[in-house]
Structure formats: structure tokens, C-alpha cells
């Protein structure tokens, strides 16, 4: 078995990728310009923080992250979301990246956007993926800052 050094905090992000890319990957199926506005008004909105606060940039990455989940209109990819970010350890994990730098969070929450309305799925799922990863570089970057 290949363990990695942070093992709980890679679960979590490996959890996160399969839900979200499912959902990337439905969303791009089947984009309507309805769900394009709705996603690009969630980032612009969720973007807009007015205290750059752990606890506002987490609320507002969840925000946009639970929006792309919501809009595949999947109950079930939606528990999970929930499942995966309201555990504590996804808030602890969020948290380190105000070691780096906080505002990275956001990544490019619009090329995701971008992405799914490609209508590609396959251009979607590489986005996710590469926003995820990303997220996750910094985190263990944040950890790795706090030891």
C-alpha cells in the first residue's frame, strides 16, 4: 500500500475530486446558458469578501464548489459534498493555506465556469481536477509552513 505523508488531508481531497468532477462532467453535458449564469454570479458574488477572514474564504470556496455540485442536479453527489465539507478536518486542511496566502484559494474559479460551458466534458474534468490539485499543492504547502 502506497501511504502518503498526509494521508487524511490526501482522503479528503481524493473524495472531494470524484465528487466534483462527476458533477463537472454532468454540468458540461448538459450546459444551458441558465447554468452558466448561475455559476459565473456565484463566483462573482462569493469572490466579492468583504473580510479576508479563514472562515470568509472557506465559506465562499464552499459556496462556489457546492453551487457546481448542486446544479448536476444529483441528490446523492450532493450529500456527499455536504459529507466531505462539513467535517472539521476540511475546514483544518482549509485553514492552512492562510500560512501561503489566502486569496490563492479562489484559483480561477471562472476557468472552471469557462470549462463546463465548453460543453466538453472531458475540458471539465481537467479543470477540476487541476483546480483541485492546486488547492491541494497549497494546503500542503501551508502545512508544510506551520511545522
Not at 488531508?9 to 441558465?34: K, N, T, Y
Not at 465539507?85 to 501561503?100: C, D, E, G, P
Not at 472531458?122 to 508544510?144: M, P, R, Y
Request: net charge negative; proline share 3%.
Amino acid at each position: 500500500m502506497v501511504r502518503h505523508p498526509h494521508c487524511n488531508q490526501f482522503a479528503v481531497v481524493l473524495g472531494r475530486a470524484a465528487i466534483e468532477r462527476q458533477s463537472a462532467r454532468i454540468l458540461a453535458a448538459h450546459a444551458s446558458p441558465q447554468i452558466i449564469d448561475a455559476l459565473r454570479n456565484t463566483v462573482s458574488t462569493e469572490e466579492n469578501i468583504s473580510s479576508p477572514s479563514v472562515d470568509a474564504y472557506f465559506r465562499a470556496n464552499r459556496a462556489i464548489h457546492r453551487k457546481m455540485v448542486e446544479l448536476s442536479d444529483n441528490r446523492y453527489l450532493i450529500e456527499m459534498f455536504d459529507n466531505i465539507w462539513n467535517r472539521a478536518v476540511s475546514y483544518n486542511l482549509f485553514a492552512t493555506i492562510a500560512n501561503v496566502d489566502l486569496a490563492q484559494s479562489f484559483g480561477d474559479h471562472m476557468r472552471l465556469v469557462d470549462a463546463i460551458e465548453s460543453g466538453n466534458p472531458s475540458i471539465a474534468l481537467e479543470a477540476v481536477v487541476d483546480h483541485i490539485t492546486h488547492g491541494f499543492d497549497l494546503q500542503i504547502k501551508g502545512l508544510e509552513t506551520r511545522s
